[in-house]
């Protein structure tokens, strides 16, 4: 979720849904502070963009807050692109790129997945 607010996100999140926060931090590669609050197997994740120039920060002067993208685990990111790729969905990242908590992560371009920006997270050791 793209928020304006962080701190007022997580204090929605977690008084409204009860869903504990669990991890925090800034991702200065891709430019936004990230949160992650637990939700049953898996988590929600607010992005609060650094700055206007930044993708989140693009994606919020176009369309407002709200829904960003949608986050899939594999346990092989890269077999999945290999996959992914071949089944001719369009790639944004052919290659991983770091994300949260050390995650390697790429994304998927939405004219080839319905509309939603899509991304692949292979979660780092223990997460």
């Known amino acids: 979720m793209a928020v304006e607010d962080i701190d007022a996100a997580i204090d929605l999140y977690e008084k409204s849904f009860e869903m504990p926060l669990v991890h925090r931090e800034t991702v200065t590669e891709q430019g936004v502070e990230a949160v ?12 609060a963009p650094l700055g206007a ?3 989140v920060g693009k994606f919020m002067a176009k369309n407002g807050a709200g829904l960003h993208h949608v986050a ?15 089944a001719g969905i369009k790639l944004i990242d052919t290659e991983p790129r770091i994300g949260i908590r050390e995650s390697r992560v790429a994304f998927l371009h939405p004219r080839s997945t319905g509309g939603v920006l899509t991304e692949i997270v292979e979660p780092a050791g223990g997460h």
């Open 36 to 47: 992650l609050l637990d939700v049953g197997d898996g988590h929600v994740e607010l992005l």
């Open 53 to 55: 120039d930044t993708p």
């Open 72 to 86: 899939y685990a594999v346990d092989d990111i890269d077999a999945a692109l290999e996959g992914i790729a071949a």
